[in-house]
């Protein structure tokens, strides 16, 4: 598998906002990769920068070879964009709108593929409709059309699902799930941590424009083991001053990190002998959000290069 | 080339969708000016041996075809950057030269409409020749030119609709109004004769209206020059401002 991203020690000042710190991952080609981040850690300027929207002050970037700034034509012909921000033109209609982006790209009567786009994204019964007239999840799915008209094998989704309902978002995965095991890399950057978890293969986190993990989604999840057991107790005895040292309180229920399904029983027996009365009980794996808040907190490291992952 | 065609054609229709407030409006416009001001000196006015009305209709041509270019590509860019669908051209392997080219070419395209519109239908109200129609080419497509790409700075350089609104009201408007559109600048003072003469757009109407008429203030020839190298300036300008990015990438 060739390179199709790669970002080489990318800096990035917008005043005072250092917002890209010396920023490198490479991504494969066929890969589905998550950028993850709070809001302000990078993710859109990066995306920016790899798009030509923005000027890295310093760094490289290259789509499958070409260097977005020195040979920015063949770059921009290799990517497909869906900005964040919720953009219309409101003069044409949608059949328009995507006739026009084709023709930015240098096609042609691009109509049976534009076609096919709307059946995918179910958008057929609106292709005259002009965009004015689009609800806000139909304009996010004419985005998603306009930066696939040229067929382009690196495409890069910049929060797509933000405000978005369910079922246009299983929609849309599917599609985008569909373009990506026909081969497309899928840049995919969301708030949503349990789409990111379902969807990509690896993950990048920034944090203050650095790169704070890199790694599979599997090795991230192992970097934080163990399950966690919530308890609701019942308002009759609290739990003892031992227990809560032991027990984060989240929501009225009390959440104990386990490394291992034996420190269960200690823990039910010590309640028990307590006089508490369990109202109800949960236990749950480890997850992405688990890694995240972690990794935010400062309990990983900084993952300097493509291949250290989160430090133990 | 297929990217600048479609960006020029893309530009062309947002204006001729809008067509009764791009196109129809600035003629019933330019029309009104003449009705009042024939009406009222027509009897009583020759500028240069030419009754006043025919006088005024090259000038009312010229400053539609330059105001309209101007409006055309700074209210295209500033509408775009504001709600953002800017980068829909900014996204595209588009060059910046062609990204010139469409928006100027599309300004100079809404500024020639509008002027033979406006030509068409004052010219029921006097008596019009054509001396010279290749000196009214040159000059309606170098005027349009100038401004459509003075427009693409404006709508570059503004963040906002009133700053725009300000360099249209405050150096647009007095430049072509008072570059000779209602009256010869011989009939000014010395000294504000020589400030017309710092006026591009005072050659653009008088090279335009000697090829109606045959008599200008000053020789077109030294009007050409003055608005050939004004083109070369202002779309040098706009070049460089563009390669750089300058407040569309940062």
């Not at chain 1, 990048?204 to 999840?221: I, P, Y």
């Not at chain 2, 020749?129 to 290749?134: C, R």
């Not at chain 2, 700053?163 to 011989?186: C, D, E, K, R």
């Not at chain 2, 004004?230 to 750089?244: D, K, P, Y």
Request: some cysteine; glycine content about 8%.
């Amino acid at each position: 598998m060739g390179v199709a991203v790669s970002i080489e020690q990318v800096e990035k000042r917008f005043g005072r906002l250092q917002a890209l710190d010396g920023v490198s991952l490479q991504i494969a080609e066929g890969e589905f990769f998550g950028l993850l981040g709070p809001n302000g850690a990078g993710k859109t300027t990066l995306i920016s920068c790899l798009a030509g929207l923005v000027r890295p002050d310093a760094g490289k970037i290259r789509v499958l070879g070409r260097d977005v700034v020195a040979d920015y034509r063949a770059a921009r012909r290799l990517l497909g964009v869906v900005p964040q921000e919720l953009v219309f033109d409101p003069f044409f209609s949608v059949r328009e709108t995507l006739r026009i982006q084709s023709g930015y790209f240098g096609i042609r009567n691009n109509d049976d593929w534009i076609d096919e786009i709307l059946a995918n994204l179910d958008l057929t019964s609106k292709a005259e409709t002009n965009m004015r007239r689009l609800s806000g999840g139909m304009k996010r799915r004419v985005l998603v059309a306009q930066a696939l008209v040229h067929k382009p094998p690196v495409i890069v989704l910049d929060e797509p699902t933000a405000g978005v309902d369910v079922e246009l978002r299983q929609g849309l995965w599917h599609f985008v799930q569909r373009l990506n095991r026909e081969g497309h890399t899928v840049i995919l950057t969301t708030h949503y941590l349990e789409e990111a978890e379902a969807l990509c293969g690896r993950i990048a986190m920034l944090k203050q424009g650095q790169v704070v993990a890199l790694d599979t989604m599997s090795n991230l999840l192992a970097q934080f083991p163990g399950h966690t057991l919530s308890v609701a107790l019942t308002a009759d005895v609290a739990l003892p001053e031992v227990l809560r040292a032991q027990a984060t309180e989240v929501d009225g229920r009390w959440q104990f990190r386990l490394a291992g399904f034996e420190e269960i029983e200690p823990l039910l027996r010590a309640m028990r002998e307590a006089g508490c009365v369990i109202d109800d009980m949960r236990l749950a794996q480890a997850d992405l959000e688990d890694v995240f808040v972690g990794v935010m907190q400062g309990k990983g490291q900084r993952a300097g290069n493509e291949n250290s992952g989160v430090a133990q | 080339m297929i990217e600048f065609r479609t960006l020029l054609y893309k530009e062309v229709l947002r204006f001729w969708k809008v067509g009764f407030q791009t196109v129809a409006a600035p003629v019933l416009s330019a029309l009104l000016y003449l009705l009042i001001f024939s009406h009222v000196l027509d009897a009583q006015v020759k500028v240069n041996g030419v009754p006043y009305a025919a006088f005024l209709i090259p000038g009312l041509v010229m400053m539609s075809l330059v105001q309209n270019a101007f409006a055309n590509s700074s209210s295209s860019l500033i509408q775009s950057k504001i709600t953002g669908s800017v980068v829909f051209v900014l996204l595209p392997p588009i060059s910046y030269v062609e990204f010139f080219l469409a928006y100027v070419v599309a300004a100079m395209l809404r500024g020639l409409m509008v002027g033979l519109g406006v030509l068409v239908v004052t010219g029921f109200f006097a008596p019009l020749t054509f001396i010279a129609p290749q000196w009214i080419l040159i000059f309606a497509l170098l005027g349009g030119g100038i401004l459509g790409a003075f427009g693409m700075i404006a709508g570059i350089w503004a963040d906002k609709f009133d700053q725009l609104a300000g360099f249209q009201n405050f150096l647009i408007m007095p430049l072509t109004m008072l570059s000779g559109v209602f009256y010869s600048i011989h009939s000014l003072p010395a000294f504000w004769q020589q400030v017309s003469h710092l006026n591009p757009v005072f050659y653009m109407i008088d090279g335009f209206r000697f090829g109606f008429f045959g008599v200008s203030d000053v020789a077109p020839e030294i009007s050409l020059m003055v608005v050939a190298m004004s083109f070369f300036v202002v779309s040098a300008a706009t070049l460089a401002l563009l390669r750089s990015g300058y407040k569309l990438r940062y």
